[in-house]
């Protein structure tokens, strides 16, 4: 969270609590406010990931805030990604994620919900040097296919 959010959504512990937070705001038409609940969900739900390991890398936690993301927007736990990353490590399974391009969660899904920012995509191209040229490539093409087909829809 930067240092625009609201002091109400920095003080949320819990992904419960941002849960409850996001429903209220919306239903006050508060959409930022919603948004930012989002968002501090992502994190604290990232954050019941993070190993010691984990800690001062900015790449793990920016991955895992990936899965909790595609999480939210899939209303539960995303078993599949979550058994890739036990088999690969976290690294490589955001890796074979952008190279395989068929998530359970497409990009307009984290869009629709404020959370394209959080997309596997977006953490390799921050990171391009730990990732294979191949995918820094594919994340770069997959980002841009999916700005091009928004621009339609922005012009209507």
Same mark, same amino acid.
């Given at each position: 969270m930067d240092e625009q959010c609201d002091a109400r959504v920095q /003080?949320?512990?819990?992904? /419960?609590?941002? /849960?409850?937070?996001e429903r209220n705001a919306s239903d006050r038409s508060r959409e930022d +406010?919603?948004?930012?609940?989002?968002? /501090? !969900?992502?994190? +604290?739900?990232a954050d019941d990931h993070i190993t010691e390991a984990d800690d001062d890398d900015a +790449?793990?936690? @920016?991955? !895992?805030?990936? +899965?909790?993301a595609y999480e939210y927007v899939l209303g539960r736990s995303a078993t599949g990604l979550r058994q890739t990353i036990r088999r690969r490590g976290l690294t490589r399974a955001a890796e074979h994620f952008v190279a395989k391009g068929e998530m359970p969660v497409d990009l307009t899904g984290l869009a629709d919900a404020g959370l394209i920012d959080?997309? !596997? @995509?977006?953490?390799?191209?921050?990171?391009?040097d730990v %990732?294979? @040229?191949a995918v820094v490539e594919r994340s770069r093409e997959r980002l841009?296919? %999916? @700005?091009?087909?928004?621009?339609?829809t922005a012009a209507d």
């Amino acid at each position: 969270m930067d240092e625009q959010c609201d002091a109400r959504v920095q /003080r949320l512990a819990t992904p /419960r609590e941002c /849960r409850i937070f996001e429903r209220n705001a919306s239903d006050r038409s508060r959409e930022d +406010l919603a948004l930012q609940a989002r968002q /501090r !969900w992502v994190q +604290l739900s990232a954050d019941d990931h993070i190993t010691e390991a984990d800690d001062d890398d900015a +790449l793990a936690r @920016e991955l !895992w805030e990936s +899965l909790s993301a595609y999480e939210y927007v899939l209303g539960r736990s995303a078993t599949g990604l979550r058994q890739t990353i036990r088999r690969r490590g976290l690294t490589r399974a955001a890796e074979h994620f952008v190279a395989k391009g068929e998530m359970p969660v497409d990009l307009t899904g984290l869009a629709d919900a404020g959370l394209i920012d959080y997309a !596997w @995509e977006q953490a390799v191209l921050r990171h391009p040097d730990v %990732f294979s @040229e191949a995918v820094v490539e594919r994340s770069r093409e997959r980002l841009a296919a %999916f @700005e091009q087909e928004l621009a339609p829809t922005a012009a209507d």
